[in-house]
């Protein structure tokens, strides 16, 4: 598992003309590299609409062109040859996440820049000596960036094998470190579905999960009514400038504590963790106090601390599509939710509440892998169970562990083939989080 630690330094100085010089060849890289481009128009697979997409005039992956491109730079480089290496592996990596968001419609045609200061080291021109870190800056001269206030342990041998890439800015030094993995590795996979007052997650072992999150909604609602009460005199008055930035930096560190024991939860209880792929773009709308609430939401912001904590590999990301909207025990898409607590299956009759059959469909996807198909120009989210039914599988495994068994709900049964009716009556909590104002934590609570 690679983990990424932070720490200060004192040596901006010192490194301040070589990122100078680093970013100013990342520029440089990237301004040859989209000379190259040539613009393409394609038809946009499922729709009915033609868009404009890169592609390259030349191979940019052979070596042959990475090759002449090294050596053009190094005619005037005055720092290691490796740092050369780093720019043209770092332009590369900032195109190819361009070309990939511009796809997807959230970047426009226009070339991307690097516009702060950092630098990424190759092992080779860093060694852990002790309790410092040494960066060979030029053949010759290094600079040594004190580790001894670290929060972290360092591998066991003193050398950079346990080390990856460190990024070196102005004030900090973001050093990736490989760690053993630890006892969470036997934990069951949970899939997380995120809502504006709760996040809702699954898994036969644990059953329905949820952690209450409306303490956290409320931090952000106080602190917009404070803002906007001085919102308005902070662009005339130095003083309510100064209150609207106290406010603001206040909304910050108390969302953040949240966040953190928020996460804490989640790896407490968790071993891989899947979580919804969501993008803020593509959920406003018209309505002003909808796109508040959007905007306020910190979905994004708890999964880079679990990406953080717990590695890229054990988190992953899924394709929300038709997670609330799609019957987790048959597949049937419900088009008619209009915010309905309950999800009501049209074609097996089940009823279930909509955030958990939302966990559910998102663990499936998570366990058997999804593919995503376009049909008569609508998206369709479908699993890959390999010829097995899907309701068996539902009725063995799924509901077991939100009921424990057989339930006796007192209604009628319209079909004597109907496995159960009622089931939202009867399926409770397994595990409910919520906020402990005496702790200052989340707590479980009786449920």
């Known amino acids: 598992?690679?983990?990424?630690?932070?720490?200060?330094?004192?040596?901006?100085?010192?490194?301040e003309p070589l990122l100078l010089a680093y970013r100013?060849?990342?520029?440089?890289?990237?301004?040859?590299?989209?000379?190259?481009i040539e613009w393409e128009k394609r038809k946009v697979k499922g729709k009915k609409q033609w868009r404009l997409l890169p592609k390259y005039k030349v191979d940019i992956h052979?070596?042959?062109?990475?090759?002449?491109?090294?050596?053009?730079?190094?005619?005037?480089?005055?720092?290691?040859?490796?740092?050369v290496d780093s720019a043209i592996k770092t332009a590369y990596s900032i195109l190819k996440s361009w070309r990939k968001n511009y796809v997807k419609g959230d970047r426009k045609r226009r070339r991307p820049t690097a516009k702060r200061l950092f630098a990424r080291a190759k092992q080779t021109l860093i060694k852990l000596e002790g309790e410092k870190l040494r960066v060979t800056v030029k053949p010759g001269e290094h600079v040594y960036l004190d580790l001894s206030a670290r929060y972290f342990k360092l591998p066991s041998e003193v050398s950079s094998a346990g080390l990856g890439e460190p990024v070196i800015t102005l004030e900090k030094v973001h050093l990736p470190v490989h760690c053993e993995e630890d006892a969470q590795s036997g934990n069951p996979s949970v899939a997380w579905d995120f809502n504006?007052?709760?996040?809702?997650?699954?898994?036969?072992?644990?059953?329905?999960?949820?952690?209450?999150t409306s303490k956290l909604a409320s931090i952000h609602i106080s602190s917009f009514e404070k803002r906007r009460s001085v919102q308005r005199k902070a662009s005339k008055s130095k003083k309510a400038r100064r209150v609207f930035t106290k406010y603001s930096q206040r909304e910050r560190n108390r969302a953040r504590r949240h966040q953190l024991e928020i996460a804490r939860v989640i790896q407490s209880l968790c071993g891989p963790v899947g979580l919804e792929e969501l993008k803020k773009q593509g959920m406003y709308t018209r309505s002003r106090i909808w796109n508040r609430r959007i905007s306020r939401s910190d979905w994004r912001s708890i999964a880079r601390i679990l990406e953080g904590r717990l590695g890229e590999a054990r988190v992953e990301e899924l394709d929300p599509y038709g997670s609330s909207s799609y019957c987790s025990k048959c597949g049937w898409e419900n088009r008619d939710l209009n915010g309905a607590d309950v999800f009501v299956c049209g074609g097996c009759g089940l009823r279930l509440d909509r955030q958990l059959n939302a966990a559910i469909n998102?663990?499936?996807?998570?366990?058997?892998?999804?593919?995503?198909?376009?049909?008569?120009?609508?998206?369709?989210?479908?699993?890959?169970?390999?010829g097995?039914?899907?309701?068996?599988?539902?009725?063995?495994?799924?509901?077991?562990?939100l009921v424990g068994g057989c339930v006796l709900t007192g209604a009628e049964r319209s079909d004597p083939d109907e496995p159960v009716r009622g089931l939202h009556d009867a399926v409770r909590l397994k595990l409910h989080y919520a906020y402990d104002r005496y702790a200052d934590a989340y707590l479980r609570i009786p449920t």
């Open 362 to 386: 998102l663990y499936m996807r998570m366990r058997f892998g999804y593919v995503v198909k376009w049909v008569g120009g609508r998206k369709r989210v479908e699993l890959r169970m390999e």
């Open 1 to 15: 598992m690679l983990k990424s630690y932070s720490l200060q330094h004192e040596c901006g100085e010192e490194l």
């Open 62 to 83: 052979s070596k042959e062109y990475k090759k002449e491109l090294r050596d053009s730079l190094l005619q005037e480089w005055p720092y290691a040859a490796h740092w």
């Open 24 to 36: 100013d060849a990342v520029n440089q890289i990237l301004g040859e590299l989209w000379s190259h």
């Open 388 to 401: 097995a039914s899907r309701v068996a599988w539902w009725d063995a495994v799924v509901l077991p562990s």
């Open 196 to 212: 504006l007052l709760s996040l809702d997650g699954y898994s036969p072992e644990t059953g329905w999960i949820r952690i209450d």
